[in-house]
């Protein structure tokens, strides 16, 4: 059968806008179009263990295609915390630093701790609990956090709640001091006006990854205090309070080496783990060094965050993309561009 010009051409249209619409909510495969880097121009196709991006199935592998990556591949990778790996901060609460050690930092209940504190980032935790009669000290966990960088601000918490109901969204978010809205579906997206900081729904409730442009990326999921864990621990946990909280796990992209914080100082090439191998519960102090005043506040005795500085980095960002062009060297092909 033979098919003519014209209807070629609408066929190839057709199949690229369909493409398009599959891959607005999932891709099997990706053409990078980022000019100047390794990868432009390549297709990469999502390996066959996690063949989409996207999955109903919230437990699952997905694909991830970096475009940025100078080795134009796909990996597999979960879109929840992993809670035993590191970067980590689950339980009560419970660490795995950059060095791959576990330690507990329990701080106190309804006060605020810096977790990572570098020039241009500072990340805050919110902690809640409870002492119950007997105890030396607060059971807790992590309840939100707050996070400064480049003149901005922005917060995520999980909302109180007496009975645990997973079929409702615990989440609460802020950008710049105002609430946040993001749609309860599955890979719902919200860019911030710069597009340089991203909130995705994993699943359709209490799953989300935030991504912020060259600094960072936060998996967070919300969780409750079980009755099986109230029974193991003794947590006695009151009848009115479930202590929903986030597990998190951070992947960093730039820490400097003068990074500080209860989990940012782990990162650190000459830091020394004060958590005593082979304990069961290895439990590190700081409380002191690390409180400060409120969820978005740059402040602790230790912490090396300023204004200045993060205003500063973001400009140098911008001068150095609008001064380097590394399309002019063999289309990106011999030159690896840094930012």
């Known amino acids: 059968m033979e098919i003519s010009k014209n209807s070629s051409m609408s066929l190839i249209i057709m199949l690229v806008f369909v493409s398009g619409l599959v891959q607005a909510k999932a891709y099997y495969y990706r053409q990078c179009s980022t000019t100047g880097t390794r990868c432009n121009g390549q297709y990469i196709k999502c390996p066959?263990?996690?063949?989409?991006?996207?999955?109903?199935?919230?437990?699952?592998?997905?694909?991830?295609?970096?475009c940025d990556k100078p080795t134009c591949s796909a990996v597999c990778r979960n879109r929840k915390p992993n809670c035993n790996a590191p970067g980590s901060g689950c339980f009560d609460p419970r660490f795995i630093g950059g060095?791959?050690?576990?330690?507990?930092?329990?701080?106190?209940?309804?006060?605020?701790?810096?977790?990572?504190?570098?020039?241009?980032?500072?990340?805050n935790a919110r902690f809640i609990g409870h002492r119950p009669d007997g105890r030396t000290r607060d059971y807790t966990w992590i309840q939100a956090l707050g996070v400064l960088f480049n003149s901005q601000t922005f917060s995520i918490e999980a909302t109180k709640t007496s009975q645990w109901n997973d079929k409702v969204d615990h989440l609460k978010f802020t950008y710049n001091g105002?609430?946040?809205?993001?749609?309860?579906?599955?890979?719902?997206?919200?860019?911030?006006?710069?597009?340089?900081?991203?909130?995705?729904?994993?699943?359709?409730?209490?799953?989300?990854?935030?991504?912020?442009?060259?600094?960072?990326?936060?998996?967070?999921?919300?969780?409750?205090?079980?009755?099986?864990d109230d029974t193991i621990h003794n947590y006695q946990v009151p009848s009115d309070d479930c202590f929903a909280h986030l597990e998190v796990q951070f992947r960093f992209f730039a820490l400097s080496p003068k990074v500080d914080g209860v989990l940012g100082r782990t990162y650190r090439l000459d830091f020394e783990n004060p958590a005593k191998p082979g304990v069961a519960m290895p439990v590190v102090g700081g409380d002191d060094k690390y409180k400060t005043n409120s969820l978005l506040s740059p402040n602790c005795a230790s912490c090396v965050f300023s204004h200045e500085s993060s205003f500063k980095k973001e400009i140098a960002k911008v001068a150095e993309?609008?001064?380097?062009?590394?399309t002019k060297f063999s289309n990106g092909m011999g030159i690896v561009c840094k930012k």
Do not use: M
């Not at 060095?99 to 990340?123: A, C, M, P």
């Not at 890979?187 to 600094?215: C, F, G």
């Open 178 to 228: 105002n609430e946040l809205v993001l749609d309860e579906s599955s890979l719902s997206t919200w860019y911030s006006p710069k597009r340089d900081v991203k909130v995705e729904r994993v699943a359709s409730k209490n799953s989300v990854i935030v991504t912020i442009e060259d600094v960072a990326e936060i998996l967070v999921n919300v969780v409750p205090v079980t009755k099986e």
């Open 321 to 326: 993309f609008v001064t380097l062009d590394c």
């Open 99 to 123: 060095d791959g050690r576990v330690f507990y930092f329990h701080g106190k209940s309804n006060e605020h701790f810096t977790l990572v504190s570098d020039s241009n980032l500072q990340i």
């Open 48 to 66: 066959a263990e996690c063949p989409s991006s996207e999955s109903n199935d919230p437990k699952a592998k997905v694909c991830l295609i970096d």
